[in-house]
């Protein structure tokens, strides 16, 4: 491959995260090159099939096309891949691998590549994702406005200090929402609602509550003040599950999130 040919966003892995970007891209309009190389011909004929992009089976093919390299697979196979390609020499590259530093894809790529890290939504696929960026400090000012507008097609984004972005990955999970819709419509259904009133009643409670927050422009506490009346159901339900220790397991698992993030930057190579 000449030089003139890397025009392409290349993707390294076609795991959940490359194709919630992907949806959310062409749901954009995005049309620009876009490949996507992974170890499994199942994923790549499935992406291909449902996104329209360009496959590429050989690792080092897909990385001669490549203008910026998206790494996209699991934390413990960054270090392994990165040694695969050490040869291929791309010039911009940006890391999705949760708590992975800077200093580490320096070092085991062991070549002058700018690097950035990007923390993206799997909501990116419906276009209202959330990503969180950081970069190398010797970053080119053009290329970090290049990468903040891709990312922005697919939701906001904030650059924020690498020193944050462990807090800021276990934070915004879209995770939290699910989670909390099936432990909130599954305690509705223990107090007699069936499954899909109860899904809706939750849905409402937690989606419709803070899109109201969202877009109104009032206050988190002013709008839990009018939602829990003091001596009503609402602020007793709050008060009840306060005093079983809700914002404290809150914060117990985000600290686990943490943790588990800090290990990630531990674990032996492998791929």
Aim: charged share 25%; glycine share 10%; net charge positive.
């Amino acid at each position: 491959m000449t030089t003139a040919r890397r025009n392409a966003v290349v993707f390294l892995g076609g795991g959940r995260i490359t194709g919630a970007l992907l949806a959310g891209l062409r749901l954009a309009g995005y049309r620009k090159p876009i490949v996507v190389h992974d170890r499994h011909p199942r994923k790549l004929r499935q992406l291909r099939a449902r996104y329209d992009v360009k496959v590429e089976p050989d690792l080092q093919r897909a990385i001669a096309q490549a203008h910026l390299l998206i790494i996209a697979v699991r934390p413990d196979s960054v270090r392994a891949l990165l040694q695969e390609i050490k040869e291929a020499r791309p010039t911009l590259a940006v890391s999705l691998a949760a708590g992975i530093p800077l200093k580490n894809l320096r070092a085991w790529m062991g070549r002058p590549v700018h690097w950035g890290r990007a923390m993206p939504s799997p909501v990116a696929r419906a276009g209202r994702g959330l990503t969180a960026i950081t970069f190398d400090r010797a970053f080119p000012a053009a290329a970090r406005r290049e990468i903040r507008r891709f990312f922005a097609l697919v939701g906001p984004v904030y650059e924020i200090p690498e020193s944050k972005f462990d807090a800021f990955t276990v934070t915004y999970s879209s995770s939290h929402g699910y989670h909390a819709l099936d432990a909130l419509a599954g305690a509705a259904v223990k107090l007699g609602l069936d499954r899909r009133t109860a899904l809706t009643a939750a849905a409402h409670a937690l989606a419709d509550g803070i899109l109201a927050w969202r877009e109104s422009g009032i206050s988190l506490q002013a709008l839990l003040h009018e939602a829990a009346t003091p001596g009503g159901i609402a602020a007793a339900t709050q008060a009840g599950m306060d005093k079983s220790g809700y914002r404290r397991v809150v914060e117990q698992g985000l600290r686990a999130g943490i943790g588990r993030a800090k290990r990630n930057a531990r674990r032996p190579a492998g791929r």
